[in-house]
């Protein structure tokens, strides 16, 4: 099973790829898509759309987890971040791509054990689970690959509960 991790924004979108078989995961990918704050929002709207199908097409995922947004601050900066998020669901979902929506502490729980881990500690987490020589890089990417990593958790956890 291919699965993609997203973590969503407007300047910077952060997505990992990994595969899961028979309970072991390992990486396949893993990066940013940027945008120029140049630009108009529609024009990063449509960046992050075009680039995230040429990674669906690449990869053709099973399954994406998509992290919820949390802003404690900048409204400007949350409702731009939003609508980055929104074409992302909607991009995924044309796909026919089944979406997990995972909250930060999820995540954080999920790769660490705790939902207060830090940044270094979920990027400690995600290295040593996917055999990577150093610390995944920009953070973006990292979240990305812990939301990966924890879609990969969940749908085997809803599995499990219809087999019940």
Do not use: W
């Amino acid at each position: 099973m291919i699965i993609l991790g997203i973590d969503p924004g407007i300047e910077t979108v952060g997505f990992g790829i990994i595969e899961e078989k028979n309970q072991h995961v390992s990486l396949i990918d893993f990066g940013c898509i940027k945008t120029s704050s140049k630009s108009t929002l529609p024009e990063r709207l449509n960046i992050i759309q075009e680039d995230l199908q040429k990674l669906i097409d690449t990869h053709t995922p099973d399954i994406a987890g998509v992290e919820t947004l949390f802003f404690e601050k900048n409204v400007k900066t949350a409702i731009d971040v939003a609508q980055g998020r929104g074409v992302i669901i909607a991009t995924v979902n044309n796909n026919k791509i089944p979406i997990i929506e995972i909250t930060p502490l999820q995540v954080k729980m999920n790769v660490t054990g705790d939902g207060r881990a830090d940044k270094i500690q979920v990027q400690t987490m995600v290295q040593r689970i996917l055999q990577m020589t150093s610390l995944p890089k920009p953070d973006d990417a990292a979240d990305a690959l812990a939301i990966a990593l924890s879609t990969a958790n969940f749908y085997h956890e809803k599995q499990l509960q219809h087999h019940v």
